[in-house]
T-cell receptor, first 111, second 110 residues
Framework: NAGVTQTPKFRVLKTGQSMTLLCAQD?????MYWYRQDPGMGLRLIHY???????AKGEVPDGYNVSRLKKQNFLLGLESAAPSQTSVYFC??????????FGPGTRLTVL | EDQVTQSPEALRLQEGESSSLNCSYT??????LFWYRQDPGKGPEFLFT???AGEEKEKERLKATLTKKESFLHITAPKPEDSATYLC???????????FGKGTSLLVTP
């Protein structure tokens, strides 16, 4: 099993550009999450999904959109990237509201 | 208000020098406390879940304990490969995500 995978691993964007981060899990987990991790701020929840076709806002959702069209995939979109969105993005999944398993992260720089 | 506070922020140990990391929490009705290890450039790796006061779990040189207000991660005779950032987390009131502490950065020197 690959667990949780994220694509891409690194990306550099210019302000105003858009992009989509892809998260995939092969553990048949119902719940999936997107976090961002910044120095001194820790991990903060952006959006999450409790099942296929459902999404909900987390702590810092502004500037991001998500979609969960398939159970195994959770997409995070940035419609118009801003320098404040420079961060490391982690996807995670869980069977229910217990331990979460994280992907390797995507390092995004917005110039 | 922070629900999870970890201390110290950073800890440097000599190889073999045992110590403990602290995670204090303020949520009521705890539905689990989670410990993770994070290596530089990687995602958090799950270590333990604790559910009730008095519970203990062990994995190699690590032992996690839980009281009603805090959890400790005890590291016995650490090795350089134990160097990492250790994170603790508790479920958010909504039940669907985790509130993480800011972590303790551990460095074990030979």
């Amino acid at each position: 099993n690959a667990g949780v995978t994220q694509t891409p691993k690194f990306r550099v964007l210019k302000t105003g550009q858009s992009m989509t981060l892809l998260c995939a899990q092969d553990m048949n987990h119902e719940y999936m999450y997107w976090y961002r991790q910044d120095p001194g701020m820790g991990l903060r929840l952006i959006h999450y999904s409790v099942g296929e076709g459902t999404t909900a806002k987390g702590e810092v959702p502004d500037g991001y959109n998500v979609s969960r069209l398939k159970k195994q995939n959770f997409l995070l979109g940035l419609e118009s990237a801003a320098p404040s969105q420079t961060s490391v993005y982690f996807c995670a999944s869980s069977f229910s509201d217990n331990e979460q398993f994280f992907g390797p992260g995507t390092r995004l720089t917005v110039l | 208000e922070d629900q999870v506070t970890q201390s110290p922020e950073a800890l440097r140990l000599q190889e073999g020098e045992s110590s403990s990391l602290n995670c204090s929490y303020t949520v009521s009705g705890l539905r689990g406390l989670f410990w993770y290890r994070q290596d530089p450039g990687k995602g958090p790796e799950f270590l333990f879940t604790l559910y009730s006061a008095g519970e203990e779990k062990e994995k190699e040189r690590l032992k996690a304990t839980l009281t009603k207000k805090e959890s400790f991660l005890h590291i016995t005779a650490p090795k350089p490969e134990d160097s990492a950032t250790y994170l603790c987390a508790v479920p958010q009131p909504s039940g669907y995500a985790l509130n993480f502490g800011k972590g303790t950065s551990l460095l074990v020197t030979p």
